[in-house]
């Protein structure tokens, strides 16, 4: 196959994922957004591998890109601090490299998104699953067909691929429309001040 009709092949496989966009599920995870900046509520965002990079991309136009706009996130990417992660891995388990970070900062009421391509990541249902214990809030990005992640989290976002690279595609689109919806949104609100 040329590569020019690997890429075309790729972007309509994508664009057919995208006519699925989860639309009104993403405006319920802006409104949960909007809430937690609004109550100064921390928001924990994690995920392993490119859905690590997620994580922390998300998170970095959170804090910085709605802090332009006026409006400043408790936005935590616990997939960041590689330190902390391997101290847990090697002293209990990979499953626990999430939750124990989130216990130390976690309180009722925080959001906690959860992203896997599977939505069968071990240590990212152990993390939801004990923000659902103490009265989180939780969302779960996730793809094919959305694994367990998808029934346990209030706010479940599928993206409707069969491919973990245009799940992640669609993933950072979320977590772009989320970051420009709240910039927007941010700004209404002072204007209205």
């Known amino acids: 196959m040329m590569p020019d009709a690997f890429s075309r092949d790729y972007l309509e496989q994508l664009q057919d994922a995208l006519a699925r966009f989860p639309h009104a599920s993403l405006e319920r995870l802006i409104t949960a957004m909007f809430d937690a900046y609004r109550e100064h509520r921390r928001l924990f965002i994690l995920g392993n591998g490119g859905s690590a990079t997620t994580a922390a991309h998300w998170t970095a136009d959170l804090n910085k890109g709605c802090g332009c706009a006026g409006g400043r996130f408790k936005a935590i990417c616990l997939s960041e601090s590689i330190p902390t992660m391997l101290a847990y891995a090697n002293d209990m388990a990979y499953e626990d490299v999430f939750v124990e970070q989130l216990k130390n900062f976690f309180e009722p009421g925080d ?3 959860g992203i896997s391509s599977s939505g069968n990541s071990p240590n990212v249902l152990k993390t939801i699953e004990y923000a659902n214990r103490h009265q989180g809030v939780t969302a779960g990005l996730c793809g094919f067909s959305g694994g367990k992640l998808h029934s346990m989290v209030r706010i479940p976002l599928l993206a409707s691929a069969r491919d973990t690279q245009k799940v992640e595609d669609i993933h950072l689109i979320m977590a772009h ?14 204007a209205q001040t």
Request: a neutral charge.
């Open 111 to 113: 959001l906690v998104i």
């Open 177 to 190: 429309i989320t970051m420009q919806g709240l910039a927007a949104m941010i700004m209404a609100s002072q």
